[in-house]
T-cell receptor, first 111, second 120 residues
Framework: AQTVTQSQPEMSVQEAETVTLSCTYDTSENNYYLFWYKQPPSRQMILVIR??????QNATENRFSVNFQKAAKSFSLKISDSQLGDTAMYFCAFDNNDMRFGAGTRLTVKP | NAGVTQTPKFQVLKTGQSMTLQCAQDMNHNSMYWYRQDPGMGLRLIYYSASEGTTDKGEVPNGYNVSRLNKREFSLRLESAAPSQTSVYFCASGGGGKGLAGGPQRNIQYFGAGTRLSVL
């Protein structure tokens, strides 16, 4: 079974600075999808960014970008120009017909 | 645009009681999912429905049943609640269609606001 590991239970960053959240996964599959979801205190799960494994180019969405290393099975999320509203739990997820989530990283953006 | 709507938002049950969590989506998605979220464990898939009329077990299906009532609605039932089922439950929907290796294409999932369930 696929597993997703987020090794940083908690992180903090100063407003306007850059932070990188780590995610590794274990799979024998070649084609799959990877996601980062954000869960603010409201508990709503919000999609941040998506990466298809067959695409070599790293996905970007405004201030959010990923570093996808397929051989290393690594999928980190970089948040640039951090904002107070970025404070949330961030979940990495792997999907190949069976969605698996990591345990999450609690990110706090400090003013 | 409501997206994915879950009811109720909160529920307290006694051990052995039954209840059904309701989920409806208005995005015309084929696929719908039920997850539970426990502290320190992220989300785990309970059941999913790739299309109307089909349901499949996920990672943690024991103690639950589901019904895909129609394309819009996907309910989760606890027949005899246990304290181990205390959790936050999320419903999600996605575009569906064929995906990798002929399985459901889950791509982007849109989540409801969650139901906090406590079983005493």
């Amino acid at each position: 079974a696929q597993t997703v590991t987020q090794s940083q239970p908690e992180m903090s960053v100063q407003e306007a600075e850059t932070v990188t959240l780590s995610c590794t996964y274990d799979t024998s599959e070649n084609n799959y999808y990877l996601f980062w979801y954000k869960q603010p205190p409201s508990r709503q799960m919000i999609l941040v960014i998506r990466q298809e494994a067959y695409k070599q180019q790293n996905a970007t969405e405004n201030r959010f970008s990923v570093n996808f290393q397929k051989a290393a099975k690594s999928f980190s999320l970089k948040i640039s120009d951090s904002q107070l509203g970025d404070t949330a739990m961030y979940f990495c997820a792997f999907d190949n017909n069976d969605m698996r989530f990591g345990a999450g990283t609690r990110l706090t953006v400090k003013p | 645009n409501a997206g994915v709507t879950q009811t109720p938002k909160f529920q307290v049950l006694k051990t052995g009681q039954s209840m059904t969590l309701q989920c409806a989506q208005d995005m015309n998605h084929n696929s719908m999912y039920w997850y539970r979220q426990d502290p320190g464990m992220g989300l785990r898939l309970i059941y999913y429905s790739a299309s109307e009329g089909t349901t499949d077990k996920g990672e943690v299906p024991n103690g639950y049943n589901v019904s895909r009532l129609n394309k819009r609605e996907f309910s989760l039932r606890l027949e005899s609640a246990a304290p181990s089922q205390t959790s936050v439950y999320f419903c999600a929907s996605g575009g569906g269609g064929k995906g990798l290796a002929g399985g459901p294409q889950r791509n982007i999932q849109y989540f409801g606001a969650g139901t906090r369930l406590s079983v005493l």
